[in-house]
């Protein structure tokens, strides 16, 4: 079924103990679709630009099967610039600049041929925003899945809660829920969560993994242990873009099956923190997925038999 | 097949934001031994007290078939007492009181009958001591497992090293494996590390779950999600305890039986925490063992047919 992902497309300069990068291809948005396209060749983009953002990155999207019709390109505006430094342990990171550009004024409009999407991912973007993609849906999709950051926790929590209230998954970090629920046990946090309206709450934990509530059950996905992480930069979009684009594919939203959609989505993870911004998500093959999926596999699989 | 444990018995005095105790039963072997006879009816306790320690406590380990032949008590002295307080996080915690008294002088004798013990579980201690354990066995066991902290990383790094060469598992928490490695990425801390003896690493992250290193291989097993920690001391015994408890008596020391030792250890230390000191691994049926250890199951396990 097709995958309706809204977001951010931005340039990145990003600065980790391993290097450093000029204005690189970034944005939740940018790291969902790519993600996404190596599950289902039916990712649909809506998302704003400048007149400075290169045509082959647009192509490069295009190539992995993401249809472009609905990212704006707005003349004599520039995109969307964000740069970090990520600390040593590289779990928390500094904001250089933030240049919101076409960001400030954004007015998402989802093309008529997008309007009967069954799966909607809702990337981190001002909760207003969020809402007026789902109004302008000609049905309530099958599924919608939300990020958000404490950012908007801070400084939108009213109207967060409304897009809360319209979405079936939300996906935030620990320190998120925590803020959210005012509760430190993430257990007492994803109960109160999942009263405000997602009846799906994935607590991403980073380096430690994932864990998926749904009423009284818990599901956790561990992240792989590498040797280095090169750039967390989008690892938890492409973790989105990963569950998404298979829920999509599938068209099974049982929790059964959130559970594989969720070590797909640790999978592009892994991927993506191995090097700079978006480029280990460009062109994976099969065979590469394949055997990082068995990898977690064999991470976590025992076999105990109770009597 | 027999179990030896080594380690501490103590007296504790712990606070943590759901309240206070006043000196009650703790020490790496307490914990350990407890967990351990979950599984095994062998295990062997060598350790020191005072005269101030109750034999009250000595039959509840009895009741748990814990020999305590080699429990010493020395007459006029008093047993090592440790005091402290855990932060809001309960990942961290500030020593209040530390009074070694019967550790000062510890002079460890393992029993005649518990010489020829194929399993050894040397819990936190001065290394000197750990390797005096060794040197008594009448032959090498089939599997020494030890424990440490980073506080004899600080003191005693050349006796620690010596110790290392000695034995085949080595548990010690994230924190503790970067500072001996040096190494900041885990994976990266792992090989080094094994590299100084052990052939097998288990690197403990609390909340997180812990990590089994074996050559190329790994395994992760989570914690438990829980609704409060109520009191983090003795988790890691309790994990090491259930985890040689199990590989005792199963006495099958092969990787895939370490993930299933793993598990067990976890479900123990989860055990551990839910109540303050040894309390909730004192009388555990074994349907709540059951029942457990099923939870873990039930929080990992997913099923992906890859083609």
Same mark, same amino acid.
Request: aromatic residues 10%; charged residues 20%.
């Given at each position: 079924?097709?995958?309706?992902?809204?977001?951010?497309?931005?340039?990145?300069?990003?600065?980790?103990?391993?290097? !450093?990068?000029? !204005?690189?291809?970034?944005? /939740?948005?940018?790291?969902?679709?790519?993600? /996404?396209?190596?599950?289902?060749?039916?990712?649909? $983009?809506?998302?704003?630009?400048?007149?400075?953002?290169?045509?082959?990155?647009?192509?490069?999207?295009?190539?992995?099967?993401?249809?472009?019709?609905?990212?704006?390109?707005?003349?004599?505006?520039?995109?969307?610039?964000?740069?970090?430094?990520?600390?040593?342990?590289?779990?928390?990171?500094?904001?250089?600049?933030?240049?919101?550009?076409?960001?400030?004024?954004?007015?998402?409009?989802?093309?008529?041929?997008?309007?009967?999407?069954?799966?909607?991912?809702?990337?981190?973007?001002?909760?207003?925003?969020?809402?007026?993609?789902?109004?302008?849906?000609?049905?309530?999709? !099958? $599924?919608?899945?939300?990020?958000?950051?404490?950012?908007?926790?801070?400084?939108?929590?009213?109207?967060?809660?409304?897009?809360?209230?319209?979405?079936?998954?939300?996906?935030?970090?620990?320190?998120? /829920?925590?803020?959210?629920?005012?509760?430190?046990?993430?257990?007492?946090?994803?109960?109160?969560?999942?009263?405000?309206?997602?009846?799906?709450?994935?607590?991403?934990?980073?380096?430690?993994?994932?864990?998926?509530?749904?009423?009284?059950?818990?599901?956790?996905?561990?992240?792989?242990?590498?040797?280095?992480?090169?750039?967390?930069?989008?690892?938890?979009?492409?973790?989105?873009?990963?569950?998404?684009?298979?829920?999509?594919?599938?068209?099974?939203?049982?929790?059964?099956?959130?559970?594989?959609?969720?070590?797909?989505?640790?999978?592009?993870?892994?991927?993506?923190?191995?090097?700079?911004?978006?480029?280990?998500?460009?062109?994976?093959?099969?065979?590469?997925?394949?055997?990082?999926?068995?990898?977690?596999?064999?991470?976590?699989?025992?076999?105990?038999?109770?009597?």
């Amino acid at each position: 079924m097709s995958l309706l992902v809204i977001g951010t497309v931005a340039f990145d300069a990003i600065e980790t103990p391993f290097g !450093k990068t000029d !204005k690189i291809l970034g944005g /939740a948005a940018t790291y969902i679709s790519l993600a /996404a396209s190596y599950f289902t060749k039916k990712v649909n $983009l809506v998302s704003v630009v400048g007149e400075d953002f290169p045509v082959s990155n647009i192509s490069m999207l295009q190539k992995h099967c993401v249809n472009t019709d609905g990212l704006q390109v707005l003349k004599g505006q520039k995109t969307f610039f964000w740069a970090g430094k990520y600390h040593n342990d590289m779990n928390t990171r500094d904001t250089i600049t933030t240049e919101l550009n076409v960001l400030e004024h954004f007015n998402p409009i989802v093309p008529e041929h997008y309007l009967d999407c069954e799966f909607l991912m809702l990337g981190n973007l001002v909760p207003k925003v969020q809402q007026q993609v789902i109004a302008q849906m000609k049905q309530r999709p !099958k $599924l919608i899945v939300m990020d958000t950051m404490n950012f908007w926790m801070d400084i939108a929590m009213n109207d967060l809660k409304e897009t809360l209230k319209m979405v079936d998954v939300l996906t935030i970090n620990d320190e998120e /829920a925590r803020q959210l629920s005012g509760e430190y046990s993430l257990v007492k946090a994803a109960q109160k969560i999942m009263k405000m309206g997602p009846k799906f709450l994935i607590i991403k934990k980073g380096e430690h993994g994932a864990l998926l509530f749904h009423n009284e059950q818990v599901f956790f996905a561990p992240a792989l242990p590498l040797e280095d992480v090169f750039d967390p930069t989008g690892a938890g979009d492409s973790f989105a873009g990963g569950f998404i684009g298979y829920l999509a594919e599938t068209k099974d939203i049982s929790f059964d099956n959130m559970k594989r959609a969720i070590i797909f989505g640790s999978a592009m993870a892994s991927f993506c923190v191995e090097k700079f911004g978006t480029e280990k998500l460009i062109g994976l093959s099969q065979e590469q997925l394949d055997k990082r999926v068995q990898e977690f596999v064999d991470l976590v699989q025992f076999d105990i038999a109770l009597v």
